[in-house]
């Protein structure tokens, strides 16, 4: 079962479930109530009640992807959003609103209250400050330049690169940098919906390797290693493999430095969409 889907109906799971699996404390806003203006700051910050709901929340509906003390997992982590400049109000909207390109999901305000979302934040800022993040290491400016070379021929970042590979333009709210780190070393055999490397057999021989697009029970569409897409009848050809390994290669530490690769990280960990900026 592919790992996207996975993540999508969990979150659909615990976006129904959740709340339901809490008892609402007097005076909270009912989910689905009308949306109220938000604050600027979590009205809940230091309210031990608040905390301990947001832990059990969090653990039930978060940890799967940021893990059980927020330190990141499939998803970044998230106990240095405050350190790194982030506001409450922003990082609210941002699990209100998810984020878009990403595994992160809205949270529906039919299902999700806003003093849920609160109590969750509180939590994850007391693990914020009993567990701080080690300090970011790396130069994103030559990490950029890396990326130019080495990776932008197949991923896309805010409309320049190649298609070949994912969108990159967000990978750094949607992905922390463990799971980062070992995409780039390999072996890269979770492959994401969209981008299955196969191969592709033609009758008089000719093997062409390349990440699947479309298919249907007559034809097959693929993109191959130059970034042209190529469609085949498959009566036309003789075999296609799905293949195990991505067709992104490992960039052992003979193709990049562990000072290059630390470079490399901390420019991802910039990627978060046009918005970056903003607090």
């Not at 009205?43 to 893990?67: E, Q, V, W, Y």
């Not at 934040?121 to 009993?130: C, D, I, K, N, P």
């Not at 008089?204 to 298919?215: A, S, T, Y």
Request: net charge positive; with cysteine.
């Amino acid at each position: 079962m592919k790992r996207a889907w996975v993540v999508s109906a969990a979150a659909s799971i615990w976006l129904i479930a959740g709340g339901l699996t809490h008892a609402r404390e007097p005076g909270a806003q009912a989910a689905g109530a009308p949306a109220q203006a938000r604050p600027a700051t979590n009205p809940l910050a230091g309210d031990k009640l608040a905390i301990r709901n947001g832990g059990s929340m969090f653990r039930t509906r978060c940890a799967g992807c940021h893990g059980p003390a927020a330190k990141g997992d499939v998803g970044p982590d998230l106990t240095g959003l405050w350190a790194s400049g982030f506001s409450d109000g922003r990082i609210f909207d941002t699990v209100r609103h998810g984020v878009p390109g990403t595994d992160m999901p809205a949270a529906d305000p039919e299902r999700v209250s806003d003093r849920e979302i609160w109590q969750i934040l509180a939590y994850v800022r007391t693990e914020a400050a009993s567990n701080p993040p080690p300090p970011i290491t790396g130069n994103a400016e030559n990490g950029a330049r890396i990326f130019q070379t080495m990776c932008s021929t197949c991923h896309m970042v805010n409309g320049t690169g190649g298609q070949l590979g994912p969108e990159l333009s967000r990978i750094g709210s949607g992905r922390s940098r463990a799971v980062l780190l070992k995409k780039v070393r390999g072996p890269n055999d979770n492959i994401r919906p969209g981008y299955e490397p196969v191969t592709v057999v033609t009758r008089d021989g000719q093997r062409i390797r390349g990440v699947r697009k479309n298919e249907d029970e007559f034809s097959i569409q693929i993109m191959d290693l130059r970034q042209r897409l190529l469609g085949f009848q498959k009566a036309a050809v003789s075999d296609v493999t799905e293949e195990k390994q991505s067709v992104m290669p490992v960039y052992g530490a003979d193709r990049l430095s562990e000072s290059d690769l630390q470079d490399l990280l901390r420019f991802l960990g910039t990627l978060r969409g046009p918005d970056s900026g903003r607090r």
